[in-house]
């Protein structure tokens, strides 16, 4: 058995034969040309096939994938009647007298570098596009084809895929594609993602391992390619992929419906994400908003400090992608079981009780007015919340607001657009938060109940000691005791209450949460349609 390492750009296993694409290569020799303006014409009705074939196949995206697949297909045609593009390959035939193709395929190499060397990775992804097109553009001139033919279900295997042949194939003969280069940026990954497509891209060079029919299961989210699998692997896969199925089943069943109880009561189920790219994980899973954006893997996947233009672009990322939904941002918790080199904290005999989240944010406020900044910059491009962890005073969230007033004005100042009335909300994670829940209840406009520190700080014992689990009590009564309290103190001052803590997703307490008033749960996406089920069955 063989193993192949990649990056999974869908969380899909497929298995089955593979087939080995590899495109035929249209001719772009280069060589004079006598009739230049004969050659700017083929040049001219070239790229108006490619645009006719490209809006072909937006109108098959849209079919079977949806809008924002079909609007690829939009991006492309419109990079076709990019002034620079076209200019430059009419300046190659008009002053150099090259041929069209070998133009076309220059202008290519010139523009893809471009894109390729800026620091965005979105726009480096964007190299792949001007190549696509403009391979598309000298398949006109060639007579050349690029799209596999598929007679048989099969993972495809191939040393890039561009949008345009994935588009192309056909879905019911795709198992999956892998791809020795590629990015998980690429629209390419992306159509993966929105037409769940297990794909794994970026292996490096493997084609040449492979045979077509050999047997292979590959594996998205762990972004590995298993080459003829012994039968332990086969069956430990083929269990995961049943698994998954069965999930997509529910996803069909149940996407589109509302989270509604028998009775008529309404509950809000949405997404925990840790990265921006999770935002179309959770949408996949019909999330109706983010509960809980963790911003802390902006810092935790760093070696010093991520800059505010850095952070400004995650939190947009994630507020654009789901589309005016509410997206909750929880300020930076570092510390305790989260740790940060580079912030040089001292070494805590206790630093689940040490310096953590708020208070170091209180106590170094360069660090949070950073964050604060970048956060009220990308709240002008969705729907944002803002949510403070650790509370355990209203002085805290006093001081909070002093900082988070000041960085307001000087935006104002500086005339950058934000939200001006960006809802604060704080975590119910001890028990002093939820015993003073009525005083705390006036100076914010949500609460969200973090379940696994207050089962921790209630209970009295370290979640991360692997010797204590018989005594970790989710269910013990006093934390749901503190639970109720809050409910009830959230409700008489007029602000929400939901819960983004593991406990959220817990089946068994889900009637007890609804019954207790909670008004929105946040889970992993793929506990949403499996809690929407469970929201349902109640009377």
């Known amino acids: 058995m063989l193993i192949l390492q990649g990056k999974g750009v869908w969380d899909g296993v497929a298995a089955g034969p593979v087939k080995i694409y590899r495109p035929r290569a249209a001719v772009t020799v280069p060589h004079t040309v006598t009739d230049p303006a004969a050659e700017q014409k083929r040049f001219t009705e070239a790229r108006r096939q490619a645009q006719t074939e490209l809006a072909a196949l937006g109108k098959k995206a849209l079919a079977e994938s949806g809008e924002k697949t079909a609007a690829l297909f939009d991006v492309h045609q419109l990079m076709l009647d990019d002034p620079d593009y076209v200019e430059n390959v009419k300046n190659l035939i008009a002053q150099e007298h090259l041929n069209a193709e070998a133009a076309v395929d220059q202008t290519a190499a010139k523009f893809a570098a471009l ?88 292996v490096g060079a493997c084609l040449d391992q492979l045979r077509d029919g050999q047997q292979l299961i590959l594996d998205g989210a762990a972004g590995k390619i298993y080459v003829d699998p012994d039968a332990a692997t086969r069956q430990k896969l083929l269990a995961k992929q049943q698994q998954e199925q069965k999930q997509q089943k529910l996803l069909a069943d149940l996407k589109g419906k509302p989270n509604v109880t028998h009775s008529g009561r309404t509950v809000k189920i949405y997404a925990n994400i840790g990265r921006p790219e999770e935002a179309a994980v959770a949408l996949a899973n019909d999330a109706g908003g983010i509960g809980l954006f963790r911003s802390e893997f902006l810092y935790l996947d760093k070696e010093t400090f991520p800059t505010e233009e850095e952070q400004f672009q995650a939190y947009k990322k994630v507020l654009t992608g789901m589309q005016g939904r509410e997206v909750v941002i929880r300020t930076l918790d570092i510390g305790a079981d989260k740790q940060c080199a580079y912030f040089n904290l001292e070494h805590e005999a206790n630093p689940a009780l040490g310096l953590r989240a708020i208070r170091i944010c209180l106590t170094r406020p360069e660090i949070f007015k950073t964050q604060l900044r970048a956060i009220l910059r990308a709240s002008a491009f969705g729907k944002a919340l803002l949510m403070l962890p650790m509370i355990t005073s209203v002085e805290e969230v006093e001081a909070a607001k002093k900082i988070l ?107 007890q ?12 996406p793929a506990a949403i349609l499996p809690l929407r089920q469970q929201v349902r069955n109640l009377a």
Not at 119 to 134: E, G, K, L, P, T
Not at 453 to 474: I, V
Not at 515 to 523: A, F, M, P, R
């Open 115 to 202: 894109f390729a060397a800026m620091d965005d990775a979105y726009m480096q992804a964007r190299s792949a596009d001007v190549q696509d097109i403009s391979r598309r553009v000298i398949a006109c001139l060639s007579g050349a084809t690029d799209a596999p033919a598929l007679t048989e279900p099969v993972l495809l295997a191939a040393h890039d895929l561009t949008p345009s042949a994935t588009v192309a194939l056909d879905k019911s003969k795709l198992l999956g594609f892998l791809t020795e280069a590629g990015s998980p940026n690429s629209h390419t990954a992306i159509l993966a993602r929105t037409m769940g497509i297990p794909a794994v891209v970026a």
């Open 513 to 524: 949460f609804l019954e207790l008033g909670i008004d929105e749960l946040s889970v992993a």
């Open 405 to 511: 007033h000041a960085v307001q004005a000087e935006l104002s100042a500086a005339q950058i657009p934000f939200a001006k009335n960006i809802p604060l909300g704080i975590m119910i994670e001890t028990p002093a938060a939820a015993l003073i829940s009525d005083e705390l209840a006036r100076h914010v406009d949500f609460f969200s109940v973090g379940t696994n520190d207050l089962t921790q700080y209630t209970l009295a014992l370290d979640r991360q000691n692997p010797h204590l689990g018989q005594f970790f009590k989710p269910h013990h009564p006093a934390l749901l005791k503190l639970i109720a309290l809050a409910a009830k103190n959230a409700h008489a001052a007029g602000i929400w209450i939901g819960i983004c803590g593991e406990l959220g997703a817990d089946p068994a307490l889900t009637q």
